[in-house]
């Protein structure tokens, strides 16, 4: 469907923002936090963040509900979320890179996340970069 996988995560967003002004923010931070919900897609999920770097929704673990994420590192001790909520301060949407651990391939690999701010909340998702 989409030659490169970033397109893919911009997609992934656009359809979890439309989501959400269907449904109303309660309904779908509880939905983009369903592990096994319509937002969850393999190495593909939804995680959003607020303006203060606290994750309010996360796809794959929802222990991360509530936590401060402002000052979580990548293995190279960059604060990627600081620069997504940096990022969208100035601007609508964006990219960021960073280096993440991929659990099924047991070692750290780039990622790329697509980042877009709706109201007070920024709703992102990010796919592995074999190719970096």
Known sequence: ?????????????EQAIDFYKLVGKDVALAEFSNTNGMFVQGDLYVFVLSTAGIMLAHGVNDKFVGLDFLAVKDSDGKAFN???????????SGWVKYK???????????????FQKENDLIFCSAVYNYED
């Open 1 to 13: 469907m989409y030659e490169r996988p970033e397109e893919y995560a911009k997609y992934w967003v």
């Open 82 to 92: 600081k620069e997504i909520v940096d990022n969208a301060k100035n601007q609508i």
């Open 100 to 114: 993440w651990y991929h659990p099924r391939r047991n070692k750290v690999l780039p990622k790329l996340a697509y």
